[in-house]
C-alpha cells in the first residue's frame, strides 16, 4: 500500500493509527506484541504523538516489546544513539518497563560483538532454532516480528543498509555490523531476511530531498544494491509506503 498525506501531521495520525490496530491485533491473538523501532529524525514526532491522551490509553504497553532495526555504534548518551532518541520520546513518557526494550548493547563497543549479542538476544526472545536461520518466509529460525518501522534515506538506504555495502548479501544471520565506508564507521542493523519476515512494515517517508530518490526505489528499475529499500518486500506480510507531498512530488 503506498499513501500520500499532505503533511507530516496526518501522515503521522495514520501511522499512529495503524501502529495500535497492529498492536492490539497482535495482542489479542498472540498475548504480545513486537515492534522494531526506526531512528532518525522522521518517526520522532509519531514516537510523540503515541504518547499523547489520544492513543496512550489504547492499547497494554505492559504487553508491547521493543526491538531497534538499527543502531549506531555511540554511547547510549550521544545524540546519535537512535536508542536515545526512542527512549526521550517514547519509552520514557510512557514508562516502559526495561524488560521489555532490547536494544544494541553499544556499551560492548565492538561492533561485530554487539551484533553477535543483539541476534543472541532475539533468538533467545522468540526462542528459535540454534540452526542457522533460513531465508524463508515464515521460518521457525527466524524471527517474526509483528512491525517493523522503517525509514529511507535519500540514497535509498533503509536501516542501515547502505548501498554497495556487504550487508545486503547476508542471508544466515539475524543481526550484523555493517561497514559503511562513506561514513567510515560499521552501522548495526538487521538484515533482509528477518526484515521481510515480519507481519507489517511501515515505511515512513517526508521531505523533497527523498523524491527523486523515492521515484527510483517505487517507480523505476530495480536495482537493489544501488536502492536497498527495493529490497524490502514482505514474505508473507503488509507492507505500508506512508509519504507526504513533498516527498512523492516526482512519484507518476
Known amino acids: 500500500m503506498i499513501k500520500v498525506f499532505p503533511n507530516l501531521n496526518y501522515l503521522n495520525q495514520f501511522a499512529a493509527e495503524k501502529f495500535i490496530e497492529i498492536g492490539t491485533e497482535a495482542i489479542e491473538e498472540l498475548g504480545k506484541f ?82 553477535t549479542d543483539y541476534e543472541e538476544t532475539i533468538k533467545e526472545f522468540f526462542d528459535l532454532d540454534e540452526n542457522p536461520p533460513a531465508y524463508a518466509g515464515g521460518s521457525d529460525r527466524l524471527p517474526r516480528l509483528d512491525l517493523i518501522l522503517l525509514g529511507m534515506g535519500d540514497d535509498g538506504h533503509t536501516a542501515s543498509l547502505f548501498p554497495f ?19 567510515n564507521a560499521k552501522r548495526l542493523t538487521l538484515t533482509f531476511p528477518v526484515i521481510n519476515n515480519a507481519r507489517n512494515i511501515i515505511f515512513l517517508v517526508k521531505g523533497a530531498d527523498k523524491a527523486e530518490t523515492l521515484r527510483e526505489v517505487l517507480q523505476q528499475e530495480i536495482q537493489p544494491n544501488k536502492f536497498p529499500a527495493q529490497t524490502i518486500k514482505p514474505t508473507n506480510g503488509n507492507l505500508f509506503w506512508l509519504i507526504d507531498k513533498e516527498a512523492a512530488q516526482l512519484l507518476e
Open 34 to 115: 513486537t515492534v522494531a523501532l526506526a531512528g532518525g529524525s522522521t518517526p520522532k514526532s509519531l514516537y510523540q504523538l503515541l504518547t499523547t491522551d489520544e492513543f496512550c490509553s489504547q492499547i497494554d504497553w505492559r504487553k508491547v516489546f521493543f526491538f531497534f532495526g538499527d543502531e549506531r555504534n555511540v554511547s547510549l548518551n550521544d545524540e546519535e544513539s537512535n536508542f536515545r532518541m526512542a527512549n526521550e520520546n517514547l519509552l520514557k513518557p510512557l514508562q516502559i518497563q526495561p524488560e521489555n526494550v532490547f536494544r544494541w548493547k553499544t556499551e560492548l563497543e565492538a561492533a561485530d560483538k554487539i551484533a
Open 165 to 183: 555495502t556487504e550487508a545486503l548479501n547476508e542471508r544466515l544471520k539475524i543481526a550484523v555490523a555493517n561497514p559503511v565506508e562513506k561514513l
